[in-house]
T-cell receptor, first 117, second 112 residues
Framework: AQSVTQLDSHVSVSEGTPVLLRCNYS??????LFWYVQHPNKGLQLLLK??????LVKGINGFEAEFKKSETSFHLTKPSAHMSDAAEYFC???????????????FGQGTTLQVKP | KAGVTQTPRYLIKTRGQQVTLSCSPI?????VSWYQQTPGQGLQFLFEYFSETQRNKGNFPGRFSGRQFSNSRSEMNVSTLELGDSALYLC???????????FGPGTRLLVL
């Protein structure tokens, strides 16, 4: 079975400093992993996805994530935080295996990113 | 392409009533998944529809049901509403249910 654990429920950074949001996953096969962002009262926006093509994945708005199989981690980083990055971030694993469990994503509990001026 | 749309955006109902939520997927996407988001339980998978058939279902009671039409639009119905059904309901679409899902803005349901 697949699962994801976001190691921090809340992260606070100053504007212009690096961002690190941590995620560990568990999967019995090669996973598809995603990071989504949710701004207040909005839906989920895809930041980036890993599907085994490359371990370092670049996403939108300067975010990137590195897949580390040995550590079962998929941490999200950004070199310099912007005020507009303040939101909730979800690490997500696809539950799809072959033709079964279609359409199902499994979400971490979310990390709230606060950016201080 | 237009994104995923959901209507209505907000709903207020009372206990015991029923509610229907609508989701229009991205053009060309045939899979629609539904999720419930609450502060306590986070984001949980409700069900997935593809070609008018429910292919996958999460661990929710039978009061939660859905359907999909031939144009891939989907509706979700909750009968006999309970206070605990208050949540943000999100739908997402993908090409076939195995790829990246794109989310709509959600419908916020408040049950009084």
């Amino acid at each position: 079975a697949q699962s994801v654990t976001q190691l921090d429920s809340h992260v606070s950074v100053s504007e212009g400093t690096p961002v690190l949001l941590r995620c560990n996953y568990s999967s019995s096969y090669s996973p598809s992993l995603f990071w989504y962002v949710q701004h207040p009262n909005k839906g989920l926006q895809l930041l980036l996805k890993y599907t085994s093509a490359a371990t370092l994945v670049k996403g939108i708005n300067g975010f990137e994530a590195e897949f580390k199989k040995s550590e079962t981690s998929f941490h999200l980083t950004k070199p310099s935080a912007h005020m507009s990055d303040a939101a909730e971030y979800f690490c997500v694993v696809s539950a799809v295996a072959g033709s079964s469990n279609t359409g199902k994503l499994i979400f971490g509990q979310g990390t709230t990113l606060q950016v201080k001026p | 392409k237009a994104g995923v749309t959901q209507t209505p955006r907000y709903l207020i109902k009372t206990r015991g009533q029923q509610v229907t939520l609508s989701c229009s997927p991205i053009s060309g996407h045939r899979s629609v998944s539904w999720y419930q988001q609450t502060p306590g339980q986070g984001l949980q998978f409700l069900f997935e529809y593809f070609s008018e058939t429910q292919r996958n279902k999460g661990n929710f009671p039978g009061r939660f049901s859905g359907r999909q039409f031939s144009n891939s639009r989907s509706e979700m119905n909750v009968s006999t509403l309970e206070l605990g059904d208050s949540a943000l309901y999100l739908c997402a679409s993908s090409t076939s249910g195995k790829e990246t899902q794109y989310f709509g803005p959600g419908t916020r349901l408040l049950v009084l």
